[in-house]
């Protein structure tokens, strides 16, 4: 790859030089799909320059494309007859966005966050009047996502505070077995007592562990936002709600969210630090009122716990007060909440840690450290915003059915659910594990809360309903295989019949068709959670026992499978937590693995962070800004034609590129999709941005639009638009294998493409001469910058995201 040319960037970026060159110029703008890729492979060239761009995310074109449209200038000039300009390929690569060096791999730890913040754009269509419905809507997922961040905080207090400072540290015979805790242990009869040994003063230690936790999460989601998601999008008019009529993903704020974000960290920052607050303070000012210690350390803990409950209702109230605005591009920032609200938490725990390291020689840790119940309380609220969350989502949909709807509009308190499950499983597993290793065998502590063992005991429960999904859809694809194996013979009825060859392409096939079976496989999975997660809150409040003691005296069947999933849903939880770390780190060091974990990022965070703050960064805030100042400011210059053309995933982008465009912009552009998931993934599970509605705006802005598939593809598929705009978008599906057999074009077995390899396809190349000739000379420019951005447009969804 040679060097990077700034020049292009700046002469277009600046707009100071606006020449046209001739009306036939033409530009082919590639966008990879999930995985990535290099630019010499996009344009089957080994030598290639960085247009613009940086490390991060950058345009390429051939070296001998440099100055293309340059050389199409003169070329017209000199002989107008015979010029007939071929389109220039340029690629956009952004694979870094989410597959760059290795600490990506931790963001596996955050993926209740990200699971969270999906749940947020899964609302369903809505009309005009249903606004305060959508902003219930997105309240109750920023209260769910609140929750998660409780739950990640209180879960590295149960291991640094209650297993580790409150029991082993003040059991002898625990302390004994790991010598670096000997110096918060209590001391031996008879000999001097150590000055960390008092409970108060170990806690307060301890908890620099979950408090450190609170900042990491607060700086990497600072840094990831200043690394990722501060590109502006194109300056354009405010909008008001009453004005917005273009489809959400057009919205002049919509993929600028700095506001809500540094809100939301703020808020679930002071949220983790006081939760720390709560784990040392209470237990301190508990101890205080029931031994009938000092009047002055008892009145101490009083105002503490005073304090905490209206920092407690300060964070409630930042987090539901405000959400997203998209209708114009929000630069200002709650200066007074972002700064103050961590300084005043980060303030009262450093108080707190005064006062519970106050000398109380008589304090000793017994049992479970007070406070264990706070997993059940928020096991309890994640249950009840998910039932909020699903009639909210239910009436929205009632309002506006669609069936092609993932889960009849249930799909966000469906994941939502997941989510906190995730966050469940993590927390059970870590506490597990860690308490395994401080005991060994030896039944020296207590161990995690009684919810806990609970909540990894109803475990192999479900994994025997995910396995009866598996055999059904086993059972589900061998019978589609043998309905597939009569419609490939049909497709090739001309070639001689080779029953393996046809086999293989049916199974292709059947094994692609599996996708639209996600809807139904996360609906179940995702009801049989909550259900199991409700009967182990129900067990463990009324029995205060694990489930095995709970079980003592009834009848053996009860008691063996209680005995046998307690043991068999410590050791899964357990080891669920030692693979999942075990595949970030194998993620770190081998690069192949990274490429799968950053698959996973390019579907789960190209939404912006709406719910969760802590998630990982949206790529796509800084990808689609990227995309629509290049296009913009090609058409702008050159007043050519302009084809963006997008696989997979790329293909979502391209569409929100183009969403982000001035309507006399957006005429210029065709748009070429192909393996896109827009309808199959995005218009069913995200219907308020990806919807029949919005879709069939976005083909009547666009000057053409053509998609392309395949039957054996398991991710891309029709866009499904209605009426005659369907035929209008979308290609036959694509015959693959190219060719059955051995022929005189294919000498050789025609590979099963799927997913990849769309270009190979002559189909390919047609349609996009098509598109670049319906992209004739004499199409209308850019209108001036002084003019309106854009017409009023049919209302499509205009509430906002909440």
């Not at 597959?99 to 809505?126: D, K, Q, Y």
């Not at 936790?213 to 009453?242: K, V």
């Not at 809360?449 to 859809?473: D, E, K």
Request: proline share 7%; with cysteine.
């Amino acid at each position: 790859m040679e060097r990077p040319q700034e020049r292009t960037s700046t002469d277009e970026a600046s707009g100071s030089e606006q020449r046209p060159m001739t009306a036939d110029t033409a530009l082919e703008l590639l966008v990879h799909g999930v995985g990535g890729t290099t630019p010499e492979e996009m344009l089957n060239d080994p030598r290639t320059v960085r247009i613009t761009g940086d490390d991060t995310a950058a345009v390429f074109r051939r070296v001998d494309d440099t100055e293309a449209e340059e050389e199409a200038r003169k070329e017209a000039e000199e002989r107008p007859e015979e010029h007939r300009s071929k389109p220039v390929p340029e690629a956009y690569v952004w694979c870094n966005l989410t597959s760059g060096n290795g600490s990506r791999a931790l963001w596996l730890l955050l993926l209740p966050f990200m699971v969270v913040n999906l749940a947020h754009w899964m609302r369903p269509t809505v009309s005009d009047n249903r606004t305060r419905t959508v902003r219930l809507y997105g309240l109750l997922v920023r209260l769910a996502g609140l929750t998660l961040t409780v739950l990640l905080v209180a879960a590295a207090c149960e291991v640094a505070l209650d297993l580790t400072a409150w029991q082993c540290a003040g059991t002898r015979a625990c302390a004994q077995q790991h010598s670096w805790l000997g110096f918060l242990s209590p001391a031996d009869a008879g000999s001097e007592e150590r000055w960390w040994s008092q409970p108060g003063r170990r806690l307060a230690l301890a908890s620099l562990v979950p408090a450190a936790l609170t900042g990491l999460l607060w700086y990497l989601s600072h840094r990831t936002w200043s690394t990722y998601e501060s590109a502006q999008p194109m300056s354009r008019q405010d909008e008001s709600d009453e004005e917005s009529g273009r489809a959400g993903l057009g919205r002049p704020g919509f993929w600028y969210g700095r506001r809500l974000v540094a809100r939301l960290r703020a808020a679930h920052a002071a949220a983790g630090l006081l939760t720390v607050v709560a784990a040392v303070g209470t237990s301190a000012a508990r101890y205080d009122r029931d031994a009938g210690g000092p009047v002055a350390l008892e009145a101490l803990g009083r105002l503490l716990e005073a304090t905490l409950a209206v920092g407690a209702v300060v964070v409630l109230w930042v987090v539901c007060r405000r959400g997203r605005s998209e209708n114009r591009l929000d630069q200002h920032l709650d200066r007074s909440v972002v700064c103050w609200l961590p300084i005043g938490s980060l303030i009262l725990l450093a108080l707190t840690l005064v006062y519970a390291g106050w000398s109380r020689p008589e304090w000793q840790s017994e049992r479970r450290l007070p406070g264990d119940a706070i997993f059940g309380a928020i096991a309890l609220g994640q249950g009840l915003l998910v039932v909020a969350l699903g009639v909210v989502a239910h009436l929205l949909y009632r309002a506006h059915p669609d069936t092609r709807t993932a889960m009849r509009g249930l799909a966000g308190p469906a994941v939502a659910m997941l989510a906190c499950a995730l966050g469940g499983v993590m927390s059970g597993g870590v506490a597990q594990r860690v308490a395994d290793w401080l005991d060994g065998t030896g039944g020296t502590i207590k161990g995690p809360p009684v919810f806990l063992t609970w909540q990894a005991s109803v475990i192999p429960p479900l994994i025997v309903v995910l396995l009866g999904l598996i055999g059904w859809l086993a059972w589900r694809t061998m019978v589609l295989r043998r309905s597939e194996m009569a419609a490939v013979e049909r497709d090739y009825e001309e070639e001689p019949k080779d029953t393996a060859r046809t086999r293989r392409i049916a199974s292709t096939r059947a094994m692609a068709a599996l996708t639209d079976r996600a809807p139904l496989i996360v609906g179940i999975t995702s009801t049989v959670t909550l259900l199991l997660g409700a009967l182990a809150l129900v067990g463990a409040m009324t029995t205060d026992k694990v489930p095995g003691e709970a079980a003592h005296g009834a009848h053996a069947i009860v008691q063996g499978a209680a005995d046998t999933a307690q043991a068999l849903g410590s050791w899964l939880i357990g080891a669920g937590f030692i693979l999942f770390v075990a595949s970030g780190r194998r993620a770190y060091k081998d690069p192949s693995a990274r490429r799968t974990i950053g698959i996973l990022w390019d579907v789960g965070t190209f939404w912006p962070r709406a719910a969760h703050p802590f998630a990982p960064p949206c790529y796509a805030e800084r990808a689609v800004p990227d995309l629509t100042w290049r296009m913009a400011t090609w058409t702008s210059t050159t007043g050519g034609r302009l084809v963006i053309s997008g696989h997979s995933q790329g293909s979502v982008l391209a569409a929100a590129a183009a969403w982000q465009l001035k309507p006399s912009v957006r005429k210029r552009v065709a748009l070429l999709t192909y393996g896109s998931p827009l309808e199959r993934l995005y218009g069913r599970w995200f219907p308020a941005h990806f919807g029949p509605a919005a879709l069939s705006s976005l083909h009547r802005e666009v000057d053409c639009w053509r998609n392309l598939y395949r039957a054996t593809d398991p991710i891309g598929g029709p866009v499904r638009l209605p009426g005659d705009c369907g035929p209008q978008v979308d290609h036959e599906p694509l015959q693959d294998p190219l060719a059955y057999g051995r022929t005189q074009e294919h000498p050789l077995p025609a590979p099963i493409l799927g997913h990849s390899e769309y270009q190979a396809d002559p189909a390919f190349a047609r349609e996009r001469e098509k598109l670049l000739a319906r992209l004739r000379p004499g199409v209308p420019g850019p209108r001036p910058e002084s003019e309106s951005d854009g017409p009023h447009e049919p209302q499509l969804d205009p509430s906002p995201t909440g």
